[in-house]
């Protein structure tokens, strides 16, 4: 989401919380919880835990580089439509 846009939509609850905020607090909190749960002794439990905490955020950066290359390319292929449901003229909102 376009944190632009986010910020210019006026809608109630949960929208006018910040989207750094909010990401913050759901990737936090079951971080948080999990490692309450981890025993300080069990070391092969936290290499396989931390594993996948660097392999997720390894995968959410590959996954954000290559949606904006991808969006790229799709334009220029004219594949691309239009969000309907957005206030405005068709010819006037971006494509998606």
């Given amino acids: 989401m376009d944190i632009k ?3 210019k939509s006026n809608r109630g609850f949960p929208f006018n ?10 990737l936090g909190v079951p971080l948080v919880m999990s490692l309450f749960t981890l ?10 835990f931390l594993l996948t905490v660097g392999l997720s955020i390894i995968a959410f950066m590959v996954t954000d580089k290559f949606i ?7 334009i220029k292929a004219n594949l691309y439509g239009k969000d309907l449901n957005k206030a405005g003229e068709k010819d006037d909102k971006p494509p998606v």
């Fill in 5 to 7: 846009l986010w910020r």
């Fill in 17 to 26: 919380i910040p989207l750094d905020i909010l990401i913050l607090f759901l």
């Fill in 39 to 48: 025993s300080i002794k069990d070391t092969h439990l936290w290499k396989v």
């Fill in 68 to 74: 904006g290359i991808f969006k790229q390319n799709m």
